[in-house]
């Protein structure tokens, strides 16, 4: 079955897609930027760039991180981070079921070749 990738080109020159969202994600779920990163198989740089890119698209921002310390640093998502994943899956979910019919047929087409 065809499957459907969504990036959103935001202004004024940023956009966000899966892997910037499945970031935050993993930062949401592991309180962590460097944790994140391993389980994505990313460098801590790449995944601290686009932490800063978004944090720079959306003008406040998106992970609240903790510098380390006694007991470690830490990462969260701030409300705008969360709204930013919730709103995209959000915006992923309705085009996937307006797209359903439509990959349904392109999927027939191939499969009557």
Do not use: C
């Not at 966000?16 to 935050?24: A, C, D, Q, T």
């Not at 930062?27 to 994140?36: D, E, K, L, Q, R």
């Amino acid at each position: 079955m065809p499957s459907l990738s969504l990036r959103i080109n935001l202004d004024p020159d940023g956009r966000i897609g899966p892997g910037k969202i499945e970031l935050l994600e993993q930062i949401a779920a592991f309180g962590s930027i460097s944790a994140a990163a391993r389980r994505m198989s990313m460098s801590y740089k790449h995944a601290w760039d686009l932490v800063e890119e978004m944090n720079k698209l959306f003008g406040k921002p998106v992970v609240s991180a903790q510098t380390g310390g006694k007991r470690g640093g830490g990462a969260q998502l701030t409300p705008v981070g969360l709204a930013v994943v919730a709103r995209f899956r959000a915006i992923e979910r309705a085009a996937t079921s307006a797209a359903e019919p439509h990959m349904i047929a392109l999927q027939a087409e191939i499969e009557a070749g």
